[in-house]
């Protein structure tokens, strides 16, 4: 293992659940998949009882709830206002948005720090044809939701594919500044339905850097150790000043500095989005076997690897984002 990952304790990203009502394009087949039986999926005391027993073994640097889509696990502000009282230094959630005007003054009060909510197009139509059907309205009154319970700083993550919704990258770049947001763009990996997307439609963070770069002044800022963003300050033609995030998982993978543990909704620790299967660690945790479960996360952490293949993996969805 390389004990530099981790000085600073475990970056934990908790999948909870595999529901999601979207069909996003590069991450959900439009049938759907196989989602895990309900007794198979954690609940509250068995997530709050193996992340406590990480921390006491590794330390604790952050915890981002994910998905599927996190806000379709019921009573979700019940395990963050558990979560919280752990004390991690950073808090978020990543989120499609679709049900955060309702629930984000909840998980404010409930201990969340923070959300990045995923935002593809601003165009209904192009949103549509995304995520599989749904209306963008409601996930800018999310949006509108996040600031105004200070979940904050609010992150967009937007995924962009040559021929499905590269038209709106300087519309998003525009929206962001003027609603305070950073706005970060992620490459396309071949993951699951990602696959066939990417054969014809990746876009490298290159080619989006220069095609902003044509009507936006951009100055480098760097990635923090750690971090999965190579940052830029971003200057619109009206003098709108903000921070933009590259993160190129294919062109230039952060791998070798990647503190992440994930836990899928059904109990398997991944060491990396690129990996099948995992190591499941739901029946020692039943049983109350702490040790098997630090041995579990040693060797997951000991196999992370220099550099991702991202072509094995069955899908996103499943595991979190
Ligand atoms: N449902 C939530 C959401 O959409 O934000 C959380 C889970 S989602 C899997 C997390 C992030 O993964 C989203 O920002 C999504 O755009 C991104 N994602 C999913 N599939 C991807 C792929 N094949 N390549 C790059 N990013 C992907
Ligand atoms: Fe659902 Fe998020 Fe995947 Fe879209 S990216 S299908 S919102 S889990």
């Given at each position: 293992m390389n004990a530099t990952r981790i000085s600073a304790g475990l970056s934990l990203r908790l999948s909870v659940t595999d529901r999601c009502q979207l069909r996003c394009r590069y991450c959900m087949p439009p049938e759907g998949f196989a989602r895990c039986a309900r007794e198979e999926l954690l609940g509250d005391d068995e997530l709050l009882a193996l992340v406590s027993d990480l921390r006491a073994a590794f330390g604790l640097a952050k915890i981002r709830i994910t998905g599927?889509?996190?806000?379709?696990?019921?009573?979700l502000e019940n395990l963050v206002e558990r979560l919280a009282a752990l004390n991690p230094p950073d808090f978020a959630l990543t989120t499609n948005g679709l049900r955060l005007a309702e629930s984000a003054a909840a998980l404010r009060r409930a201990g969340l720090r923070r959300v990045n909510i995923s935002l593809d197009a601003l165009d209904p139509a192009v949103f549509e044809r995304v995520t599989g059907g749904r209306d963008v309205r409601a996930v800018l009154r999310g949006i509108d939701a996040a600031w105004a319970a200070g979940l904050t700083p609010v992150k967009l993550n937007t995924v962009v594919a040559r021929g499905l919704n590269e038209d709106q990258i300087e519309n998003l770049v525009v929206f962001a500044l003027e609603r305070g947001c950073e706005l970060r763009f992620i490459e396309l990996m071949p993951i699951g339905p990602g696959a066939a997307l990417h054969a014809g439609g990746f876009v490298s963070s290159a080619e989006l850097r220069a095609r902003i770069a044509a009507r936006f002044d951009l100055i480098p800022l760097g990635r923090e150790a750690g971090a999965s963003a190579e940052r830029y300050c971003v200057t619109d033609p009206d003098g709108r000043v903000g921070t933009l995030g590259f993160i190129s998982p294919c062109s230039a993978p952060f791998c070798a500095d990647c503190n992440r543990l994930r836990v899928t909704a059904d109990g398997r620790f991944l060491g990396c989005l690129a990996w099948e299967g995992g190591l499941s660690v739901r029946e020692p945790l039943r049983r109350g076997d702490f040790p098997a479960i630090i041995q579990a996360a040693r060797d997951v952490l000991r196999c992370k690897r220099d550099n991702a293949d991202f072509t094995r993996h069955a899908n996103m969805a499943s595991v979190g984002g």
């Open positions: 599927g889509e996190p806000l379709m696990r019921p009573r």
